[in-house]
C-alpha cells in the first residue's frame, strides 16, 4: 500500500508539472562518447569557449564543440562531413550574428568572414597584444594579419620597416582598414601564396606547399561552405570550427 501510495503522488506531481507548463527533469543526462554529460545550456555554460563546461557542480561538454567526439565526423550542426583527418563542428556563440553583419558590411565576402572565424571565437581582437609575437610575426585585427604582409601588401602601411610593426594594432580597433589590408594582400599575393604567409610568415612565402599551410587552407574553405550552405549562417550566432594547431 505504501508503495501505491508514493507511486501515486508521483503520478500526480507530474501531472501539477505539466500543468503548469513544466516538464519533469531526466533521471539522467545525455553523455558524449567520452563519458560526460552534454550541458543543458550549450556554449552559455562555457565563456572560455573551449568546449567544456560547468553545471550541476560537474564538468559538461557544450554539443558540437571542439570538445565534443561526435564533432570529430561533422557534427554539431554542420552541413558536411569534415575535411580528412580533421575534426570541425559548430555551436552557437552570443552575439557572433551581430559580428558577423559587421564584418561583412565591412566589405568582407564570405572567405574572409571564415579566416576570422576559424582564427577567433568571437571573431574580436581580444587575443593577447600581438598575438605574443613582435617584428614580422607580429599579429593584428580579426584575421590576425603578420606585419610582413601587412607592410608589404596593405597601401595602408607600405614601406614600413620591420621595427615599425606596432603600427599594425591601428586595426585592432578599425575594422574597415583590417577588411582592406585583408583584401589588398589577398590581390597581392595571389590567393594561395596569401594563405601560405598568412599562415606561415616567410616560411610559408617561400614554401608555400606544405601540409600544414594545405591543412589550413582546406580547413578555411570548409568553414567558407558551411556558411555559403544556408545564407542564415551570415547572421546567426553559428561558430563553424575546424581543429587546426596554433603555431
Known amino acids: 500500500m505504501v508503495g501505491r501510495r508514493i507511486a501515486s503522488v508521483a503520478a500526480m506531481a507530474v501531472v501539477a508539472l505539466a500543468a503548469l507548463g513544466l516538464a519533469a527533469s531526466p533521471a539522467a543526462a545525455e553523455n558524449a562518447p567520452n563519458g560526460y554529460p552534454y550541458c543543458n545550456n550549450g556554449s552559455a555554460s562555457d565563456p572560455d569557449g573551449d568546449g567544456w563546461g560547468w553545471e550541476n557542480n560537474q564538468s559538461c561538454v557544450v554539443r558540437g564543440s571542439r570538445a565534443d567526439p561526435n564533432a570529430g565526423s561533422g557534427g554539431g550542426g554542420s552541413s558536411s562531413a569534415c575535411p580528412s583527418g580533421l575534426r570541425c563542428?559548430?555551436?552557437?556563440?552570443?552575439?557572433?550574428?551581430?559580428?558577423?553583419?559587421?564584418?561583412?558590411?565591412?566589405?568582407?565576402?564570405?572567405?574572409?568572414?571564415?579566416?576570422?572565424?576559424?582564427?577567433?571565437?568571437?571573431?574580436?581582437?581580444?587575443?593577447?597584444?600581438?598575438?605574443?609575437?613582435?617584428?614580422?610575426?607580429?599579429?593584428?585585427?580579426?584575421?590576425?594579419?603578420?606585419?610582413?604582409?601587412?607592410?608589404?601588401?596593405?597601401?595602408?602601411?607600405?614601406?614600413?620597416?620591420?621595427?615599425?610593426?606596432?603600427?599594425?594594432?591601428?586595426?585592432?580597433?578599425?575594422?574597415?582598414?583590417?577588411?582592406?589590408?585583408?583584401?589588398?594582400?589577398?590581390?597581392y599575393y595571389g590567393i594561395d601564396r596569401f594563405f601560405a604567409g598568412h599562415r606561415n610568415g616567410s616560411s610559408g612565402l617561400s614554401n608555400p606547399n606544405t601540409s600544414d599551410i594545405q591543412r589550413y587552407k582546406t580547413a578555411v574553405y570548409w568553414i567558407r561552405d558551411q556558411i555559403n550552405s544556408n545564407s542564415a549562417n551570415r547572421s546567426n550566432n553559428t561558430r563553424f570550427w575546424v581543429e587546426v594547431p596554433a603555431i
Open 89 to 187: 563542428g559548430s555551436y552557437s556563440v552570443s552575439g557572433l550574428g551581430s559580428r558577423k553583419q559587421q564584418v561583412l558590411n565591412a566589405g568582407a565576402d564570405t572567405l574572409d568572414l571564415a579566416i576570422a572565424m576559424l582564427e577567433t571565437e568571437n571573431m574580436g581582437t581580444g587575443y593577447a597584444y600581438g598575438d605574443n609575437k613582435t617584428g614580422d610575426a607580429a599579429n593584428f585585427g580579426i584575421f590576425k594579419q603578420n606585419w610582413l604582409m601587412l607592410r608589404q601588401a596593405c597601401s595602408r602601411f607600405q614601406g614600413q620597416s620591420t621595427s615599425s610593426w606596432n603600427n599594425g594594432s591601428a586595426l585592432n580597433s578599425n575594422l574597415s582598414a583590417d577588411v582592406q589590408c585583408l583584401n589588398q594582400s589577398q590581390s
